[in-house]
């Protein structure tokens, strides 16, 4: 299943190492879900799903709620006459000032398809600030929007940080963690997807709080960059390291390899004396 957000840093193209080294449960924890790339494609009985992002959230929530009619609203923003810079900067201005939180969430998927390469990028007073992106003709994701209604009935929608995620994780839940990755260079940071930065401090105090749920019995899977910052930082779990194809371009012609990890924080099993 494919997310209907284009989002930075989503995991469908790596979802099949995800799901080998996701350990089984009777619910699913994502504290960064994202565009719910992971949620979509794995079979937990429950989903507690959350993000810091209060736009995405309020989406999901009334996408989760409405489903058909809510999609056929959004639809209406997605013709021609809606393709247009000027309507695009007259619909951003709306969504930044409007208390109609219908609305709102309508039109976070209209900027998320009509702006510049899907980015999600908020000034520091919060206000959402993607220029056009000027695509003759953005796709409206009618099906995936289904799907993700459909699935979204064993999920519980949250706006939060990742520590208060993670503090609701319980025995028998299973915890993945996508957060902003730690940059491969110091001006390659992009981490807009809402105000506030995520930075060593943030990225120290995850693996800190997946090591406590580890101890727990509660497994925590995370991802990030390969980098010897997060080596150190991860040291208590156990690596499974890889390359991937990264596109920095929208043109896709400028494209490089980064190399990413998979960390599992588990506790180790006692072993029986002989
Ligand atoms: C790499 S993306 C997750 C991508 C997701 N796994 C997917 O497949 O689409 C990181 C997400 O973390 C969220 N985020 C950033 N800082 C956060 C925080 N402090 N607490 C919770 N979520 C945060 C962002 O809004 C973003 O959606």
């Not at 009777?26 to 009985?45: D, H, K, M, Y």
């Not at 989903?47 to 209406?76: K, M, V, W």
Request: aromatic content about 14%; overall charge positive.
């Amino acid at each position: 299943m494919k997310p209907f957000l284009k989002w930075a840093g989503n995991k469908y193209s790596i979802l099949e190492r995800i799901a080998v080294k996701l350990p089984s449960g009777q619910r699913l924890i994502e504290p960064f879900v994202g565009s719910g790339a992971v949620f979509l494609n794995t079979s937990f009985r429950e989903n507690l799903l959350a993000d810091n992002n209060p736009d995405l959230i309020f989406l999901y929530r009334t996408l989760q709620e409405e489903g058909q009619n809510f999609i056929d609203y959004c639809r209406s923003f997605f013709d021609e006459e809606h393709n247009e810079e000027t309507i695009y900067y007259q619909l951003r201005e709306t969504f930044n000032t409007t208390e109609d939180c219908r609305l709102k969430a309508a039109l976070f998927l209209y900027l998320n398809r009509h702006g510049y390469n899907g980015l999600c990028r908020y000034n520091a007073k919060g206000i959402f600030n993607t220029p056009f992106g000027r695509y003759k003709k953005p796709y409206f994701p009618a099906k995936e929007m289904l799907s993700f209604h459909q699935k979204s009935k064993s999920a519980l929608f949250i706006c939060a940080d990742f520590a208060e995620t993670m503090g609701q994780a319980q025995s028998g839940d299973v915890v993945y963690c996508d957060p902003p990755y730690v940059p491969l260079s110091p001006t390659s940071n992009f981490t807009s997807y809402s105000t506030g930065g995520f930075g060593e401090l943030q990225q120290i105090q995850l693996a800190t709080l997946a090591e406590e749920l580890a101890m727990k019995g509660i497994p925590v899977l995370l991802s990030n960059h390969d980098t010897p910052f997060v080596r150190t930082t991860y040291a208590a779990a156990k690596l499974n390291s890889f390359d991937v194809q990264r596109y920095i371009s929208c043109r896709g012609s400028n494209r490089n390899k980064a190399k990413e990890v998979l960390a599992l924080f588990k506790k180790k099993r006692k072993r029986k004396d002989a």
